[in-house]
């Protein structure tokens, strides 16, 4: 996991060529990468959805299986980071020795912290001019408030790059200009290096010492007498509790360094019997159980993606945490309550399936055969029901209208996006109920443009498509009492319902309809009140601005009457929307629109230009640093002042500037600008009363 640009794809091939999963090491530049089998992909020469692989790695003398997932470093794509940390138990975070820690790296850094990952950081491109790995050590703590401790100092930088030297066996190890599977030989440490190496073995045992009191011990009477083994268990202990983050550098696309990674991954990183078992609810009872990694145990998966394949269907991408899954046999959709068939097993490799016929605790495969998996469900032994915790994914912030060219390809668009928002819980396919338009939304720009890319490809689908438009939300800033009577007479049995209730801000942190039932008395009948909580809860996908949905509101239900004929659930639902609609223009509503984190490095000729340009647009400058001769701003704007920044900042800056984004949080629009946008939306809704 990595910043754009860091290297990702790069060293998973050197991975796959040193493991002998592939026979020729493929170049991103080149368009020829094994993990990045997409056309995109390649033409582009980015990531854009994560693939996973399995390669084996002698290390002491054993063979070891590594499941292996490479995912993009764009934001855009930042749902596949998210999948992918959910179901490994240790990451490789890699860094750009020149690059640093970007803001890219700062988001996957907190997304392995979410799910409890163990890390080790690989600096990469110390080939490069510019390189500095001890600078990428301090900046790892500073800014990711981790504990990187070097396990290896680099022979050289930039154009002397050399090789490494091993702090736990003061050994150094020097590559050669070679395609060759040993690539390098082992050397004494040069002279000019050896107080270097002392001075940071010393901190490596300090920082360790506290996990092993023999260590702290040794380490004060007689430090020499410390045994590598102790320092690598107590190490590996450490880094499995999260407690320090292993360094160690190199230069993929020269080949150098990615054995002694790999080794490191072998030492450092936990397998699944370290992890230990994993908790989850039975459904039957609400019970917590656990489940460890053996295969005697039930089995119990987890479905962290779905991929559509020509050849074969719908491809469901699994995690086994405990027992074994045979090919053919049924399990159940806890989600669904279903029985489901696992028609084939298949071990993946890129986007190619080796068929399988069983996986056991530990494994990732694909299956084929589901008819109704979705991201995030748990699969288990029947018999055995659990429920593993699923995924949160990020609501989109950009939509696009689109439309097919001709009548042929109406039908054809609406399986595509169904295959589409299937794959990707990040896209997301409405219809706009007014102008009859089809939206697709998703994380940015380039998210939306492979999207359309892919549609015309993989799909066949010509479509014509509208502007960018931002995903707004809407707010109410006050509160206000209301009483709504709903009453309906149309011969025979009529319709009435009756409510009071108060209407406001939801309180702090809480999203969605937070709904307080204060009845006393039976003034409204217990059965009646799921009713107007889900007459609110559906009225707030459509707010009393514009249309957009209301993200958060608190509602009371503080009294109310009821008829014993005319009264039902539906007319109690209608009754709270209707008082939602007359309530929220009461409630001083406001529109919020999403504010993005941006930042800037550019050459200092160029920082007034591009401060100027971020103040027309909006933003707010948060801070200004400088990073050798490149200057960095960070910035809070606006998404909708961000579209075709990227071409406004290459003009500005003569190409020499770059910049990344990624969401930050919702904002209330200003007033002259909220009222444009109202306007444009055809005016604050008038609604009329609801005719069911």
């Known amino acids: 996991m990595a910043h754009i640009d860091a290297g990702k794809t790069t060293t998973s091939e050197r991975i796959l060529y040193y493991t002998g999963k592939t026979h020729k090491m493929g170049e991103v530049h080149e368009g020829a990468a094994t993990m990045d089998w997409m056309v995109q992909e390649q033409e582009r020469g980015i990531t854009i959805t994560s693939a996973a692989t399995t390669a084996f790695w002698h290390y002491a003398g054993k063979q070891y299986q590594i499941n292996l997932i490479d995912t993009p470093g764009h934001v855009d794509f930042t749902v596949e980071v998210e999948r992918s940390l959910r179901v490994l138990d240790g990451t490789i975070a890699t860094f750009c020795a020149v690059g640093r820690v970007q803001p890219q790296s700062e988001t996957v850094w907190r997304q392995a912290d979410k799910y409890h990952v163990p890390k080790i950081a690989y600096v990469n491109k110390m080939d490069r001019t510019?390189?500095?790995?001890?600078?990428?050590?301090?900046?790892?703590?500073?800014?990711?408030?981790?504990?990187?401790?070097?396990?290896?100092?680099?022979?050289?930088?930039?154009?002397?790059?050399?090789?490494?030297?091993?702090?736990?066996?003061?050994?150094?190890?020097?590559?050669?200009?070679?395609?060759?599977?040993?690539?390098?030989?082992?050397?004494?440490?040069?002279?000019?290096?050896?107080?270097?190496?002392?001075?940071?073995?010393?901190?490596?045992?300090?920082?360790?010492?506290?996990?092993?009191?023999?260590?702290?011990?040794?380490f004060f009477d007689d430090p020499d007498s410390i045994s590598e083994d102790e320092i690598i268990e107590t190490l590996r202990k450490a880094t499995i509790d999260m407690a320090v983050v292993p360094t160690c550098c190199g230069s993929s696309f020269k080949n150098k360094g990615v054995q002694f990674l790999l080794d490191a991954v072998m030492r450092y990183l936990p397998s699944p019997l370290d992890k230990g078992g994993i908790t989850g609810e039975n459904p039957r009872n609400g019970k917590q159980e656990d489940r460890n990694p053996v295969s005697a145990e039930p089995f119990c998966g987890?479905?962290?993606?779905?991929?559509?394949?020509?050849?074969?269907?719908?491809?469901?991408?699994?995690?086994?945490?405990?027992?074994?899954?045979?090919?053919?046999?049924?399990?159940?959709?806890?989600?669904?309550g279903k029985?489901?068939?696992?028609?084939?097993?298949?071990?993946?490799?890129?986007?190619?399936?080796?068929?399988?016929?069983?996986?056991?605790?530990?494994?990732?495969?694909?299956?084929?055969?589901?008819?109704?998996?979705?991201?995030?469900?748990?699969?288990?032994?029947?018999?055995?029901?659990?429920?593993?915790?699923?995924?949160?994914?990020?609501?989109?912030?950009?939509?696009?209208?689109?439309?097919?060219?001709?009548?042929q390809d109406l039908d054809k668009l609406g399986i595509a996006l169904g295959k589409l928002s299937e794959e990707d819980p990040t896209f997301t396919v409405q219809s706009d109920a007014e102008t009859g338009q089809t939206i697709i939304s998703g994380m940015g720009e380039l998210h939306l443009d492979i999207i359309v890319d892919r549609l015309r490809r993989e799909f066949g689908v010509e479509i014509n498509q509208g502007a960018p438009q931002v995903n707004y939300k809407e707010a109410v800033t006050k509160s206000v009492q209301h009483r709504e009577v709903f009453k309906k007479q149309t011969g025979g049995r009529g319709k009435f319902a009756d409510i009071i209730v108060e209407i406001g801000p939801a309180d702090e942190g809480v999203t969605g309809l937070q709904f307080i039932d204060e009845v006393k008395g039976g003034n409204v009948p217990r059965e009646f009140i799921p009713a107007v909580e889900k007459g609110f809860k559906s009225a707030m996908s459509n707010g009393v601005l514009a249309g957009y949905e209301v993200t958060s509101l608190k509602v009371r239900l503080l009294d109310g009457s009821f008829h014993p004929v005319d009264s039902d659930a539906l007319s109690f639902e209608i009754c709270a929307r209707l008082a939602f609609r007359k309530a929220l223009q009461k409630c001083a509503p406001v529109l919020m629109e999403p504010i993005m984190s941006l930042e800037v490095v550019t050459p200092e000729d160029y920082m007034g230009d591009i401060v100027g340009d971020l103040n027309r647009r909006r933003g707010q400058i948060v801070d200004m640093d400088s990073k050798g001769n490149a200057r960095i701003v960070k910035a809070k704007v606006p998404l909708s002042e961000q579209f075709g920044y990227v071409t406004v900042l290459r003009t500005l800056s003569s190409g020499r500037a770059t910049s990344s984004m990624e969401f930050s949080h919702y904002a209330e629009v200003p007033g002259n600008i909220a009222k444009e946008i109202i306007d444009k939306q055809g005016g604050p809704r008038r609604f009329a009363d609801i005719d069911e």
């Open 130 to 218: 510019g390189a500095d790995f001890l600078a990428v050590v301090d900046e790892i703590n500073e800014k990711l408030g981790a504990r990187s401790i070097p396990i290896c100092l680099p022979i050289g930088a930039e154009d002397n790059f050399e090789g490494v030297v091993d702090l736990i066996s003061k050994k150094a190890y020097y590559y050669f200009d070679s395609k060759e599977l040993v690539n390098y030989e082992v050397r004494e440490v040069p002279a000019s290096m050896v107080a270097e190496v002392e001075e940071w073995r010393g901190k490596l045992i300090e920082s360790i010492a506290e996990y092993n009191d023999e260590i702290l011990e040794k």
């Open 302 to 336: 987890l479905v962290f993606k779905i991929a559509t394949d020509p050849y074969v269907g719908r491809l469901a991408f699994i995690r086994a945490y405990s027992g074994r899954l045979d090919s053919g046999s049924y399990v159940l959709n806890t989600r669904s």
């Open 339 to 407: 029985k489901e068939r696992v028609a084939r097993l298949y071990q993946m490799h890129s986007n190619k399936q080796n068929p399988i016929e069983f996986v056991e605790a530990g494994d990732i495969c694909a299956a084929v055969g589901f008819k109704e998996l979705r991201t995030g469900d748990t699969i288990c032994e029947e018999s055995h029901p659990i429920v593993l915790e699923s995924m949160s994914f990020p609501d989109p912030v950009i939509g696009l209208a689109v439309e097919p060219k001709t009548q």
